[in-house]
């Protein structure tokens, strides 16, 4: 950085030398922009070019645009951006400035490390006036004046000459002297006298750049010559002394007068910022247009900026801001939400003052009752899946939004997450999924207006095992010549088949077995359908599928039925039988009674 300087190279020979410079900023390997030269106020004349020249530096090279207001002044028909790599400046036109042109304007330097602004203002000024074209001042007559003993002074009075803008006025006088005197002063004296010319500008100083006297007559030595050269509003003066030592036939004066350029100080009329057309409270509907609209005087011409809440607004595809006209700024939202709503400000600013104007703007959000634009699929996984259920619902305001299995409503837990985004997406997520999962889910969405429900199945599917006893097969007593019936429950995937064994005997369906599956209780069933004595004993159950088998016994007995009266024993009375009889012993009907008692407890 030590090196950063102005160097300068000097060629020196025997006729002369020669230099030349040049300027050396030694840059960081990165850094912001900053202003080496900043932009500088400019005063504009009306109808003509105003030129603004900055120079920037920085790592990388910045790009600089230029701002009126919130108008990016881009290269076109009013104005002209360049880049001027000998002088590493860059240059902003103003092609023909109008009084809207007037005002304050900003230079932004930009790059991947920052950015810089330089403010500059641009002030109009009136054309100065073209001044009408002057004639050539007519040649002054010669006089010769004839002097004696006493000479007399002469006043030579020539033609009246119009006041002369920046051109050459030549005088010519000539003089006859019959006789030189020596050591006496012949004083010639013109007077101008200049015509009132009435202009809108104010001469400051005007002084006499060149003056220039050629003296011609035919002597060696030149003549004392006095001149002196004076101005007021009113008239010019001239005077000249001669003091000649020989004779002079002719003499002949030429002046040169060149007049400073006299400087035009326009006054710019100054006008604080007064807002014509203010801003008015709005309530408008959600998605709705939101349009505002400003107009302000003011001289020159303000500056107008927005401002959502005190932020100041930068225009993009949701909020455009727009100057139609001059001295007019509009703001336009096309589709409103209530982010939107805010209190609006614009604000104009000129070197006479400022001005604000505000409004509220309130957004109605829009009532509608909740609607599945996305509805639940139906879903089949493996038991031990994950399983995700996807919607996505709309409705204002923002609805509500609970998940249910049948009845029950979901929580979440280590394996049950919810999830509800701000696009209105929903999402159930259940992990490691038994096959007692499967059910029918819904999605209920409520707000104030309404509610509305999505519904899908869920099949869980077994993953691929052995056969499993859920219920085994239990041991079994059965009165002989009564069926016997034996159940079990049996799960696996594949789905196991089911075989029933007595020893190494395979009981199948037929006389004997009935081998049957329930399908409404998901039980295998196996029925000995006549028990005899000889189908007593251990059987043995195997469930069999792709992945393996499972066994499991149980035992078939008889069942020991103890002795019942199904008839009770009971004493008969008959009247013709005589006492002589009863005294005797059993009749023969009490023979045949006992009997049957023998029967019935044989059996």
């Known amino acids: 950085m030590d090196d950063e300087g102005e160097y300068e190279v000097k060629a020196v020979n025997k006729v002369g030398s ?4 040049t300027e050396l900023f030694v840059m960081p390997a990165r850094c912001p922009p900053t202003f080496v030269v900043k932009p500088e106020d400019t005063e504009a004349v009306k109808e003509r070019p105003a030129e603004i020249r900055c120079k920037v530096k920085g790592i990388p090279t910045p790009t600089v645009t230029w701002y009126k207001g919130w108008k990016h002044c881009t290269e076109g028909k009013e104005y002209t951006v360049t880049y ?13 400035c109008k009084p809207k ?3 304050k304007y900003v230079c932004k330097a930009t790059n991947e490390l ?3 602004k330089a403010n500059f203002t641009v002030a109009l000024i009136e054309k100065p006036p073209t001044p009408e074209p002057i004639p050539e001042p007519e040649p002054v007559e010669e006089i010769i004046e004839e002097v ?24 010519e006088a000539q003089v006859s002297i019959e006789e030189p005197v020596k050591e006496e002063v012949e004083e010639v004296e013109v007077k101008v006298e200049l015509p009132r010319v009435e202009v809108e500008v104010v001469v400051e100083e005007q002084v006499m750049e060149e003056v220039e006297f050629k003296l011609k007559k035919p002597v060696e030595e030149e003549p004392i010559t006095e001149v002196d050269y004076e101005k007021t509003e009113a008239e010019v003066e001239f005077k000249m002394a001669i003091e000649p030592e020989e004779k002079v036939e002719t003499v002949v004066f030429e002046a040169k007068v060149e007049e400073v350029p006299e400087e035009v100080v326009a006054e710019i009329p100054m006008e604080p910022p007064v807002f014509v057309k203010e801003l008015v409270p709005q309530t408008i509907d959600e998605g709705s247009q939101l349009q505002l609209a400003v107009e302000v005087k003011g001289e020159p011409t303000p500056s107008l900026t927005w401002y959502q809440d005190d932020v100041e607004v930068v225009p993009d595809e949701h909020v455009k801001v727009d100057f139609p006209e001059e001295r007019q700024s509009t703001l336009v939202i096309d589709e409103t939400d209530i982010a939107d709503e805010a209190e609006y400000t614009c604000k104009a600013v000129n070197p006479a003052g400022e001005a604000v104007t505000r409004a509220e703007i309130l957004i109605e959000p829009i009532r509608e009752a909740p609607k599945f634009v996305k509805e639940l699929v139906k879903l089949t996984v493996t038991e031990g899946d994950t399983v995700t259920f996807e919607c996505q619902v709309t409705g204002r305001p923002r609805p509500e939004v609970k998940w249910f299995r049948q009845d029950e409503e979901l929580e979440e837990n280590d394996t049950t997450s919810i999830e509800y985004t701000e696009d209105g997406t ?10 007692y999962f499967t059910s029918t889910y819904y999605c209920k969405a409520v707000n104030k207006v309404g509610e509305a429900t999505t519904t899908a199945e869920l099949v869980v599917e077994p993953g691929r095992r052995p056969p499993v006893f859920i219920v085994n097969p239990h041991d079994c007593e059965a009165p002989e010549g009564k069926p016997a019936e ?3 429950k049996i799960s696996g995937n594949p789905e196991p088949t089911s075989g029933w064994f007595k020893g190494w005997k395979h009981c199948q369906q037929g006389p004997d077995y009935d081998v049957s599956y329930d399908e409404e209780k998901d039980e295998h069933v196996f029925i000995i359908k006549n028990l005899k004595e000889k189908d007593c004993g251990k059987y043995t159950c195997k469930a069999t599928n792709e992945i393996g088998e499972a066994k499991s016994t149980f035992a078939v007995s008889l069942l020991q039925v103890p002795p019942k009266f199904i008839r009770e024993l009971k004493v008969f009375q008959d009247q013709k039988f005589s006492g002589s009889r009863r005294r005797q012993g059993l009749c023969q009907q009490d023979v045949m009674l006992l009997n049957i008692l023998k029967i019935v407890f044989a059996n």
């Open 148 to 171: 004696t003993e006493e000479p007399k002074e002469e006043l030579v009075e020539p033609a009246p000459v119009e006041e002369v803008v920046k051109e050459e006025v030549t005088f």
């Open 101 to 103: 042109d007037a005002g």
């Open 426 to 435: 929903c999402i159930l997520k259940m992990t490691r999924v038994p096959v």
């Open 84 to 96: 001027l790599k000998e002088t590493e400046e860059h240059v902003f036109i103003i092609k023909d």
């Open 114 to 116: 920052g950015e810089v």
């Open 18 to 21: 020669d230099t030349c410079t």
């Open 486 to 488: 034996i159940r079990c």
